[in-house]
Antibody, heavy 123, light 106 residues
Framework: QVQLVESGGGVVQPGRSLRLSCAASGFTFSSYGMHWVRQAPGKGLEWVAVIWYDGSNKYYADSVKGRFTISRDNSKNTLYLQMNSLRAEDTAVYYC????????????????WGQGTLVTVSS | DIQMTQSPSTLSASVGDRVTITCRASQSISSWLAWYQQKPGKAPKLLIYKASSLESGVPSRFSGSGSGTEFTLTISSLQPDDFATYYCQQYNSWWTFGQGTKVEIK
């Protein structure tokens, strides 16, 4: 079945770095755009970043631009999020999600989502 | 940026009730809207895409409608498994989520 499994979360000090991974299985990973979405404790969902199916385009939310880098390795069916210069406000559960776009359209909805990995930024 | 506003933020209802959640976009998004259900400690689950298309496997008591700037998610007869938080998401111009609507037991 289609599955996404995140890993790499943990407790990190402000200003430090962390890399998240998302292992995909059950579908042709190289055919889909992939996203990171985060959810701060008790808060709503915030879109973080997207990478095109072939890695040719990457876009970021203003809140992480210049600090976070999304990447993928289609040979390993794995999505990454490199997070640098972490701040307390980056504390959240980070989800990876596959984008599904209707034929003839550019942007789409998310399905499925991984189970999430918790990142806590604290001294 | 397109802003998405859901109402109400919290909704108290009983099993069997008809429940309606509204999502408004700050500008027209055509029908490029999805709805998700999230339970505590779990990932969001897709319910509806393209405003009114029901995802495979989702019970038919869930339905979506609307276009342009105003959308609704309706649960025709609330079941115990439906108590959760619901989010709308626009994908007309990048991606934005509403702030969520928590459906709780009355």
């Amino acid at each position: 079945q289609v599955q996404l499994v995140e890993s790499g979360g943990g407790v990190v000090q402000p200003g430090r770095s962390l890399r998240l991974s998302c292992a995909a299985s059950g579908f042709t990973f190289s055919s889909y755009g992939m996203h990171w979405v985060r959810q701060a404790p008790g808060k709503g969902l915030e879109w973080v970043a997207v990478i095109w199916y072939d890695g040719s385009n990457k876009y970021y939310a203003d809140s992480v631009k210049g600090r976070f880098t999304i990447s993928r390795d289609n040979s390993k069916n794995t999505l990454y999020l490199q997070m640098n210069s972490l701040r307390a406000e980056d504390t959240a559960v980070y989800y990876c999600a596959r984008e599904i776009a209707a034929a003839g359209t550019t942007l789409g909805w998310f399905d499925p989502w991984g189970q999430g990995t918790l990142v806590t930024v604290s001294s | 940026d397109i802003q998405m506003t859901q109402s109400p933020s919290t909704l108290s209802a009983s099993v069997g009730d008809r429940v309606t959640i509204t999502c408004r976009a700050s500008q027209s998004i055509s029908s490029w809207l999805a709805w998700y259900q999230q339970k505590p400690g779990k990932a969001p689950k897709l319910l509806i895409y393209k405003a009114s298309s029901l995802e495979s496997g989702v019970p038919s008591r869930f339905s979506g409608s609307g276009s342009g700037t105003e959308f609704t998610l309706t649960i025709s007869s609330l079941q115990p498994d439906d108590f959760a938080t619901y989010y709308c998401q626009q994908y007309n111009s990048w991606w934005t989520f509403g702030q969520g609507t928590k459906v709780e037991i009355k």
